[in-house]
DNA sequence: TAATTATGTAATTACATGATTACAAATGAT
DNA sequence: ATCATTTGTAATCATGTAATTACATAATTA
């Protein structure tokens, strides 16, 4: 079962455009090494080390030893498991796609009403 | 279009199980005040409404003024364009759900072949 | 108008992030 | 054994978080 630590883990990681990038390198080739992946960004290899850290401990990354290097792979079971989580709770939403669109409705119709009340 | 940024703020967001608790208030009491939401919570009205201003920022929360008191609604259009992100990057993984268990298998693979290597 | 209630702002504090440079350790090649 | 390469660790710095208490503003009510 996923706790809410997992879960803060899991949005913390996600929650900056460099570690989301670092996944999408991830997806694209596995198995990339620390180094190779550190060069595809501006920031340096600590930065993206730091980031790795985060990522693991979130448990979307995996790594193994491979020699003097560092085989890095992406672990999409967290991204599962919350993707699941929202389709459950948020289903009633967008099981219809005007879901969102009727409730922007009615906060527009309150927001008019809340005007026309205060003039 | 969401941006980096966007996402930053939404994944930050809901990185924080608090957040997410809020989030689950408004959906199943929409139009609640300020001070009836913070008083479902331990830590200080203060607290909750900094929580308030992240959740804002990140598009997730709207609020309309009403008198004195302040109705807060929950917005779900940024999770919707999240998930439905996600649905689309990653589908090709759990469009089974045997493809993490495939990644995690050939994971195992690898690591059982390279301590028979080193050996 | 005065008192009460709901929300908002300011200042402060402890701690975590995100980044850097410099150095250490482990591994493979010559 | 030496040297280059790859990864990891340590120390540091500026900034941002998350929480607090104290005070200020705005809107009903008596």
Known sequence: MITNDDMDHVFHALAHTTRREILDHLRA??????????????????????HLTILERAGLMTSEKQGR??????????IQEIHDRWTDTYSAYWADRLGHIKVAAEAAARAAKGELDNE
Chains 1, 2 share one sequence.
């Open 29 to 50: 080739e596995p198995g990339i090494s620390v180094g190779d992946l550190a060069a595809k960004f501006d920031v340096s290899r600590i930065a993206v080390m730091n």
């Open 69 to 78: 290097s560092r085989k890095l792979y992406i672990n999409i079971m967290p």
